[in-house]
Every structure is written in C-alpha cells, then in structure tokens.
C-alpha cells in the first residue's frame, strides 16, 4: 500500500506538485504546465491505467481531475490541475490514450480548447451547444428554450 | 460512347497517371496504392446511427479501402440527455433514477454505484441484510443483462432462434426483479442507506427455481446452441484481438479486460456490498478475441448463478435499509465509488458542497473506454467483421452518451 510520502517522492522532482491524503484517496495537485510530466512520471511508476478523466467548475476555474491506476499495486492515485474558464486543456493521450474520448468530453461540456488532441471534435453535442457542465449555463425546461 | 475514359476502361488500357478525375466528391479519398495499375478509391460508409447492429444509435464512420478497413471513428451523442448535469438538480435519493437510464439494462448495478458514493459521503452503516439484498439483485441483473448481449450477438451473426430463447429466460429474471422491486427495467431499488424494501414472501422459491433450470437445463443449451455452432465459431475466433497492454492503455474494464488475460474484478478487488462473505471465480481469456469475450461473459453467467444460490442459502435476517434522513445533506466533500456492472466498472464521482444537490456528479461509464478501443481495433478487419467486433464488446450507448 502506497502513502502519501511515497508518492510524494515520486513526484518530487515535478515544480509544484503537491500530494495530500484526501477523502477521496492520494490526491496529487499540479500547475497545469507539469500535468505531462506527472502523468509520465506516476507511468513509469506502474500507474499506467488511466481510469476517469472529468472536470469539475469550481467557481473560480475548472479543475481537472486524472483518475490514475496501478494495478500491480491495487492503487489509485487523482491528479488534479486547474484550467482558467475558456482556457486550453491539453491532451495527455499519447501518454494515456483512455483520455482520448473523455478529453473531448471534458473539453466541449467546460467550454475549453483542446490542444495536441489527434481528434479535437465535440464528442456528445452539437456545434452551438453551451458548455453545459458549466454552473453559468441553467437548466432550462423546453419552453424557456423557446423564448 | 464518347467519354474517352470509357473507351481506355474497355480497352483494358488504363494505367497509372492516365486520367485523374478532376474533383473528388467528399469522403472520397485516393488510395496511395493501386492494383495492376487500377486505383482502388477509399469509401466511407456510414454505419448508423440506425444500423440494426450497432447496438442502440452507435454511428461508427468506416473507412474501407474494397472490403477492408482502414480507419474507424465512431460518432456518439445521439442519446446524450445530459445526466450529470440533471443530476446537480436532483436530491441524492433521486440520483439512482438517473443511473438505471444511464446503463439501462444493468440499472441495479448503476444504481448501486450511486448509493455507495453517497454512502462514503454521509459515513452510514448499511445493514448486512442490505448488502445482501443488492449483491442478488446485482447478480440477477447480470445475468439478464449478459442474456440481452448473447440474444443480439447472435443477432449480429445471423441468427435468430438463440436470440428468443434468450429473452425467455432473461422474462423469468424481470419478473423476479419485478416482483422483488416493482419495476421491469428502471428499478430504483438501491438507495442511500439500503434498499427499498425486503423480498416478498415466496419469492426464494422462485428464484432457486429459476437458478436451477439456468444452471442445469438453459445455460447448457444457450451455450451449445451458439458457442457450440461451427460457423459462430470461424466467425468470431481471431477476429478483434485486444491486447493485454491495449485494454490497460485504453481504460478497458469489466469482461473485456478480463478477456485480455488482466485478472480484474471490482467485486473481488475491491469488494463492497455482500461479496467480501461470497465465493465465485473471475474468468480471465488468453488472446483477447472475440470469441474469448464470449467465453468470460458466458462463464460469468455461471458464477452469477452460483453467487445467487449462496445468496439465496445464506440470505440473513434483519432489517433492510439503514435509517437515514428523508432529505440527505451529505458533508463537503469528494469521493469515488465503483461497483462491477455487467459492463466493467461503472463509477461515480460525487462532489458536495453541502447542500441537498450534488455539486458534481460523474458517472464513469465503462462502455466509452470499450468503444475508444474500438477504434483501435477495427482498421485492418474487413467490414463484415467490425459488426461482430462491437457485438463483442458490449457496448451500452446509453451509459456512453449520459
């Protein structure tokens, strides 16, 4: 069973990183510059299988959060980065290619521009649609739609 | 005939460079190759979202080069109604009638998905009663949904008869789950806390009798009359190979990485609702074909009867749900709940802030890392093979578009 000091060793070498004890597991929190070379990093350290990929509006930016797993170990380990509201999210599939449909997603349903993505396209909806995970976009029924 | 082009095709004259047609209609691409000097052009085809193979409204864009292909994409979002946004509108009671249409074929185990992460959330003891009751609605659930993928992967090979015998038997289990939760498909059985209410009386004996001609009589026989079929069996043997290191690469769960030879089971790897207390086996392939994803989701159908049996011999007393508060406002916080469904590891990740609303909801839907690998996996197959491929795979739009 892996800590958080083992982790953090393994990451130590990554500018800002940073890694906690959450509720939700060992969360590891990077600049959105070193998202790569984390990723990269926990890889190499057999954390290979790259479970979920999502996005979460925080209210002040989108946090991203890389659902990493190590199936020797039985582990899994969350990397998270913010991206600025209409910033660029880019893509980790050469890394991880499970991040391939899920950063689509992420990126059409939190208004983002995806780059270094092989595929850029919306996944789900149509050109036009809002970015409909964000909190500034409402839940309209089919009449306030129309109007 | 006065098109010269026509003359040189009938002269059998044509040759490299000799004409070009001035524009390519779109999607029509020039192959690099060609064939004794006769360019062969690569086609898309359009396979969808009304393709009666594909499984729901999948659109799979397939590139062929004759009857090859070359480049696969699929098109999604045909069944997209926005499920984690709804979700942050809806009380954390209401999240499980949001899961059964994700995975509608598997709703038990969607829902219980839900209900574990909103457990984790508000630190609640579930009675063990509880966990039993879900553990053989699961397992139930499991088999009827493995039924509606042997019914229509037939389907895919042409026939037909497998297919109704198939739905008779997955009838005997709705009615069960009908009887045990009200419902056919949309259960809404599973909620925070436990479940609804306990087995009507009687309904043990239905079960056992069930499990009995399913073990014995009807496995046996659906197997023999599919597995057991020579043509089946050149059909899907070698075809959609998926390697051990592609399904780790791509996120695979569920039959379809077990069938790569990767021995992972969220029941036994991490277990949750009664399966710490069970014994069953997790069936693992070899190559990662086909007919191997036939094989695991076959033999799993075997260890669900058997859990089911255990389940039913070993059903505790006590009550079947946990008191919890009628409007649940679970603490600030995030966390992660997976359950194995049919599927693979359908997963919700719940944040709250608090409040009597998810702040996020997301539901980790197996079937969009299966379908991503399948565009791995098609180029190179002929074209008749790619149905039999996605077959295989079992992929559930409804859980892919949310």
Redesign the interface.
Request: charged share 30%; net charge negative; no cysteine.
């Given at each position: 069973m892996l800590r958080v000091a083992d982790v953090e060793r393994l990451v130590a070498g990554i500018e800002g990183a940073a890694a906690s004890e959450e509720r939700l597991g060992i969360v590891v929190r990077v600049g959105r510059g070193s998202v790569e070379e984390t990723l990269a990093q926990l890889k190499v350290a057999g954390f290979n299988w790259l479970v979920d990929l999502l996005g979460t509006d925080t209210g002040e930016h989108v946090e991203i959060t890389y659902h990493l797993r190590s199936y020797e170990a039985g582990q899994d380990v969350f990397v998270k980065t913010a991206v600025p509201y209409d910033g660029e999210l880019a893509s980790v599939w050469q890394i991880c290619p499970a991040a391939l449909m899920p950063e689509r997603e992420t990126a059409e349903l939190f208004g983002l521009r995806l780059s270094g993505h092989p595929n850029p396209k919306r996944l789900l909806t149509t050109d036009g649609v809002e970015p409909l995970l964000r909190k500034d976009v409402a839940v309209r029924t089919p009449e306030e739609f129309r109007r | 005939m006065s098109d010269p082009r026509y003359e040189v095709y009938e002269a059998g004259l044509i040759g490299e460079g000799m004409h070009e047609p001035p524009v390519l209609p779109a999607g029509l691409r020039r192959s690099p190759s060609g064939v004794d000097g006769l360019r062969t052009e690569h086609l898309v085809v359009n396979m969808g979202p009304q393709h009666p193979s594909t499984h729901g409204v999948l659109r799979m864009l397939v590139e062929v080069d004759g009857e090859e292909v070359v480049n696969a994409?699929a098109s999604?979002?045909y069944l997209?109604r926005?499920i984690?946004?709804?979700a942050?509108?809806r009380r954390y009671d209401a999240l499980g009638t949001l899961m059964d249409r994700g995975d509608y074929v598997s709703g038990i185990m969607g829902e219980l998905a839900a209900a574990l992460a909103v457990e984790?959330l508000l630190e609640v003891e579930v009675p063990r009663k509880a966990h039993w009751l879900r553990s053989l609605t699961s397992e139930l659930n499991r088999i009827a949904s493995h039924l509606v993928w042997y019914g229509t992967f037939g389907l895919d090979t042409g026939a037909m008869g497998q297919f109704l015998y198939a739905m008779r038997d997955r009838e005997a289990i709705l009615d069960i789950l009908e009887a045990i939760s009200g419902q056919r498909m949309m259960f809404n059985y599973v909620r925070p806390g436990g479940v609804v209410r306990d087995l009507p009386p009687g309904i043990d004996a239905k079960i056992r009798a069930f499990v009995d001609g399913f073990e014995n009589v009807y496995l046996p026989e659906h197997d023999a009359l599919l597995g057991g079929n020579e043509i089946f069996q050149s059909r899907v043997k070698g075809i959609g190979v998926i390697t051990r290191e592609q399904a780790?690469?791509?996120?695979l769960?569920g039959p379809n990485l077990r069938a790569s030879g990767?021995r992972?089971d969220v029941r036994a790897?991490r277990p949750y609702a009664a399966y710490p207390e069970l014994e069953f086996e997790v069936p693992v392939g070899e190559t990662g074909d086909a007919w191997d994803r036939y094989l695991v989701r076959m033999e799993e159908m075997r260890q669900a009867a058997r859990l089911i049996r255990q389940l039913i011999d070993g059903m505790p007393e006590g009550p079947h749900a946990a008191k919890v508060p009628k409007v649940l406002r679970p603490p600030a916080?995030?966390?992660?709940a997976a359950v194995e469904s049919s599927r693979g590891?359908t997963?919700v990740?719940l944040?709250s802030d608090g409040s009597e609303h998810p702040?996020?909801f997301?539901y980790?839907a197996p079937s969009?890392?299966a379908?991503?690998a399948l565009?791995?996996i098609v180029p190179g197959h002929l074209i008749a093979d790619v149905v039999m491929i996605i077959g295989s795979t079992d992929v559930m739009m409804g859980e892919i578009?949310?």
């Open positions: - | 994409e999604i979002g997209h926005g984690e946004k709804l942050e509108h984790q780790l690469a791509f996120g769960t990767v992972y790897n916080g995030e966390v992660y590891e997963g990740h944040v702040y996020r997301h980790r969009l890392f379908l991503q565009e791995e578009d949310r």
